[in-house]
């Protein structure tokens, strides 16, 4: 059954860390889509607690805080994304961030490169990147703490993607295409969780929160948004709120002694999709995934 909370868990509990302004003094961070909304609260966040934290994305609005560093990107486009991977600092890496994308519009658009744009920005772009840039992380780091990936997608849904019409080509649902979007980003999680890697894989579920995000359904600038975007912040957190939930979760060891956990608006752990209790599922849609890339980047 769809829920945006997730199904809480409580066969494993994670404790979350004390917080202060010194907690990621030293911390070497990169956020994904941290100029603007939730990865932008998570950035300045951080940096306010002591992390040197480079953001990725299109629009830098934080040249006069200090410890933000930009890289430009656009990640409509697969081979930014690639092409972006080669400048992250991954070697020497404490945490990198995933945020979310966008909504699917009503009607199908895609990029130049013939990707759904949903698809690009919300999901592929990020596991390109990511997969440049997997045996590159945390290789220059001392100690026994794991580097910290956290995937920004709305885990635990219970959402089945459309794996057949993965880019939405034969026909095309706006809901059924941002349901792809959600089961990749599981799906990377698990695939990268179940492997000896040098960092720890999580999930993130944020619910909902004020953004511009579901411009392509609702319009942008419209009444309808306006409306939408009210409502959303009235009955639920902002992103500032949000970003100081996962402060003590980014900060607690626990971290450590597990992977591929997924966690809700509240930093909580959550169930993941039921689709995924079974290994064929993921290696499924991550050859649906990689059968989309290849057409890009062949």
């Given at each position: 059954?769809?829920?945006?909370?997730?199904?809480?868990?409580?066969?494993?509990k994670?404790?979350?860390?004390?917080?202060?302004s010194?907690?990621?003094?030293n911390?070497?961070?990169?956020?994904?889509?941290?100029t603007?909304?939730?990865?932008?609260?998570?950035?300045?966040n951080?940096?306010?607690k002591?992390?040197?934290?480079t953001?990725?994305?299109?629009?830098?609005?934080?040249?006069g805080?200090?410890?933000?560093?930009f890289?430009?990107?656009d990640?409509?486009?697969l081979?930014?994304?690639?092409?972006i991977?080669?400048?992250?600092p991954?070697?020497?890496l404490?945490?990198?961030v995933?945020?979310?994308?966008?909504?699917?519009s009503?009607t199908?658009?895609?990029?130049?490169?013939?990707?759904?744009?949903?698809?690009?920005?919300?999901?592929?772009?990020?596991?390109v990147?990511?997969?440049?840039?997997?045996d590159r992380?945390?290789?220059?780091r001392?100690?026994?703490?794991?580097v910290?990936?956290?995937?920004?997608?709305?885990?635990g849904?219970?959402?089945?993607?459309?794996i057949?019409?993965?880019?939405?080509e034969?026909?095309y649902?706006?809901g059924t295409?941002?349901?792809?979007?959600?089961?990749?980003?599981?799906?990377?999680?698990?695939?990268?969780?179940?492997k000896?890697?040098?960092?720890?894989c999580?999930?993130?579920?944020?619910?909902?929160?004020?953004?511009?995000?579901r411009?392509?359904l609702?319009?942008?600038?419209s009444?309808l948004?306006?409306?939408v975007?009210?409502?959303?912040?009235?009955?639920n957190?902002?992103?500032?709120?949000?970003?100081?939930k996962l402060?003590?979760?980014?900060?607690?060891?626990?971290?450590?002694?597990?992977?591929?956990?997924?966690?809700?608006?509240?930093?909580?752990?959550?169930?993941t999709?039921?689709?995924?209790?079974k290994?064929?599922y993921?290696d499924a849609?991550?050859?649906a995934?990689?059968?989309?890339?290849?057409?890009?980047l062949?």
């Amino acid at each position: 059954m769809l829920s945006l909370k997730g199904r809480i868990r409580s066969d494993i509990k994670i404790r979350k860390a004390d917080v202060n302004s010194k907690s990621f003094e030293n911390k070497r961070v990169v956020v994904v889509g941290g100029t603007n909304g939730l990865g932008r609260s998570i950035a300045k966040n951080m940096v306010s607690k002591g992390a040197s934290v480079t953001v990725v994305g299109r629009t830098f609005r934080d040249a006069g805080v200090n410890n933000i560093s930009f890289l430009e990107a656009d990640f409509c486009s697969l081979k930014a994304a690639e092409t972006i991977a080669d400048k992250i600092p991954a070697e020497d890496l404490d945490y990198l961030v995933l945020t979310t994308g966008i909504f699917s519009s009503v009607t199908r658009k895609e990029t130049h490169e013939g990707v759904e744009v949903d698809l690009a920005v919300s999901y592929l772009s990020r596991y390109v990147l990511l997969r440049k840039i997997a045996d590159r992380l945390g290789v220059n780091r001392n100690g026994d703490a794991k580097v910290k990936v956290f995937i920004m997608g709305f885990p635990g849904m219970n959402v089945k993607a459309n794996i057949e019409d993965f880019n939405s080509e034969k026909r095309y649902n706006a809901g059924t295409a941002h349901y792809n979007t959600i089961i990749g980003n599981e799906a990377i999680v698990h695939k990268y969780s179940m492997k000896n890697n040098g960092f720890h894989c999580f999930g993130l579920n944020p619910g909902l929160i004020k953004s511009d995000i579901r411009t392509g359904l609702t319009g942008q600038d419209s009444l309808l948004t306006r409306i939408v975007e009210w409502f959303i912040s009235a009955f639920n957190q902002d992103s500032d709120t949000y970003a100081d939930k996962l402060m003590s979760l980014f900060l607690s060891s626990d971290l450590d002694d597990y992977n591929g956990l997924m966690f809700n608006k509240n930093a909580d752990l959550i169930e993941t999709s039921k689709v995924f209790l079974k290994s064929s599922y993921i290696d499924a849609v991550i050859q649906a995934s990689d059968d989309v890339i290849k057409k890009v980047l062949a």
